[in-house]
C-alpha cells in the first residue's frame, strides 16, 4: 500500500514531530521534584529525559511508535522496509544504552509513552522508589 501523502508533504508532517518536550515528559516533569530530577540533563550517554547525576539515576520515556512499543506500535504502510530497520535500529541501541549505563552503575528507569498517558502517578511511584532504593544503599 502505498502513502495517501505526497513525499513532501509526509516529510513536512515528520518534522513536526517533537523529540522534546513531548506531552508524556511534561507530565511527569509536572509531578516529580526538579531538585531531584534534572530534566534534559546534559552530558549523560543516551541522553535520558530525567536524571540524578548524584544517585546515578536515569529515566527514559520511549515513545511507542519510535522505540516500538509492543502494544501500540503501528508500522506505517508506506516505506515499511525503512520505519522496520528504523524502529529497530531504535531498539538495538536503547538496549545498548542501558547496557552501557548500567556497567557504570546507573540505575535505569524506563517508561512507556502509554505507561505515563495511562496512569502518570504510577510511574511517578515506580521513579520514587527507585530514588529510595538508590538512598538505601
Known amino acids: 500500500m502505498t502513502d495517501?501523502?505526497?513525499?513532501?508533504e509526509r516529510s513536512r508532517i515528520m518534522s513536526k514531530i517533537k523529540s522534546k518536550n513531548t506531552k508524556p515528559e511534561i507530565t511527569i516533569k509536572e509531578l516529580l521534584d526538579g531538585r531531584i530530577f534534572k530534566y534534559q540533563p546534559k552530558g549523560i550517554l543516551g541522553n535520558p529525559d530525567f536524571a540524578n547525576k548524584r544517585e546515578k539515576i536515569a529515566i527514559f520515556i520511549d515513545?511507542?511508535?519510535?522505540?516500538?512499543c509492543k502494544k501500540h506500535c503501528r508500522m506505517p504502510n508506506s516505506n515499511k522496509k525503512y520505519w522496520t530497520q528504523k524502529?529497530?535500529?531504535n531498539k538495538k541501541n536503547d538496549k545498548l544504552i542501558t547496557k552501557k549505563l548500567g556497567q557504570k552503575g546507573w540505575n535505569i528507569i524506563r517508561l512507556w509513552e502509554?505507561?505515563?498517558?495511562?496512569?502518570?502517578?504510577?510511574?511517578?511511584?515506580?521513579?520514587?522508589?527507585?530514588?529510595?532504593?538508590?538512598?538505601?544503599?
Open 4 to 8: 495517501n501523502v505526497a513525499k513532501k
Open 63 to 68: 515513545g511507542c511508535f519510535w522505540h516500538g
Open 87 to 89: 524502529i529497530e535500529r
Open 114 to 137: 502509554h505507561e505515563v498517558k495511562n496512569d502518570p502517578k504510577k510511574c511517578r511511584t515506580k521513579i520514587l522508589k527507585k530514588f529510595q532504593h538508590s538512598l538505601s544503599r
